[in-house]
């Protein structure tokens, strides 16, 4: 089935640590995003990137990275510079050009211990 | 700039009662509007959307309107039921620059039987 997956559904990070999450996609969209979620609020978008080897910052990318060096594939790692990471994070894909629609993971809760 | 302001919640209704969620944008150009549904625990799913304005979105007994003149996309639907019970969001998303989606702060509705 096409389709976003992300991994892990649930992710605990100790203080100082760095966490890497995945997204994994084969639908061959060439757009793919990060947004992170809190409860009561809209989505804030953190990374994206519409090409490989190529991404730009969101609204939020402070304590965050990411690469992405395959199409399918744009993982997000919360740094120990992200003071406040306790939420749940999303990621979505598009196919290229204005009019296509971005589709979703099933998301990441990332706690800390 | 982009933004979208959506009716704030919670909304609790009576099955087979009439839902009517309203969402206002503000947006440079022409956007894309569209309504994701996020249930319990996952990610976001396309609802409905529309392109232009005058077009009708709609999917599930859910609809809305793209209406220029009064910047709106309420999204509305005639008898709910249990399972609409979720996370509503309105979006838009620019045909400027990177193509990224805006999202209102979401409506959580409850239906009770």
């Known amino acids: 089935d096409g389709g976003i997956t992300q991994s892990p559904k649930y992710l605990f990070r100790k203080e100082g640590q760095n966490v890497t999450l995945s997204c994994e996609q084969n639908?061959?969209?060439?757009?793919m995003y990060w947004y992170r979620q809190d409860p009561g609020q809209g989505l804030r978008l953190i990374y994206y990137?519409?090409?490989?080897?190529?991404?730009q910052k969101g609204d939020i990318a402070e304590g965050y990275s990411v690469s992405r060096e395959k199409k399918e594939s744009f993982p997000l790692t919360v740094t120990s510079a992200q003071k406040n990471p306790t939420a749940f994070y999303l990621c979505?894909?598009?196919?290229?050009?204005?009019?296509?629609?971005?589709?979703f993971g099933p998301g990441t809760r990332l706690l800390v211990l | 700039g982009n933004s979208v302001t959506q009716m704030e919640g919670p909304v609790t209704l009576s099955e087979e009662a009439f839902l009517t969620i309203n969402c206002t944008y503000t947006?440079?150009?022409?956007?894309?509007l569209f309504w994701y549904v996020q249930y319990p625990g996952e990610g976001l799913q396309l609802l409905l959307k529309?392109?232009?304005?005058?077009d009708k979105g709609s999917n599930k007994g859910f609809e809305a309107t793209y209406r220029k003149e009064t910047t709106s996309f309420h999204l509305e639907k005639g008898s709910v039921q249990v399972s609409d019970s979720a996370v509503y969001f309105c979006?838009?998303?620019?045909?400027?620059?990177?193509?990224?989606?805006?999202f209102g702060t979401g409506t959580r509705l409850t239906v009770i039987p």
């Open positions: 947006a440079t150009g022409y956007p894309s």
């Open positions: 979006a838009l998303s620019d045909q400027t620059g990177a193509n990224n989606l805006f």
């Open positions: 639908l061959n969209h060439d757009a």
């Open positions: 990137s519409q090409i490989v080897n190529d991404f």
């Open positions: 529309a392109t232009k304005a005058d």
């Open positions: 979505a894909s598009k196919q290229a050009g204005v009019w296509g629609t971005q589709y």
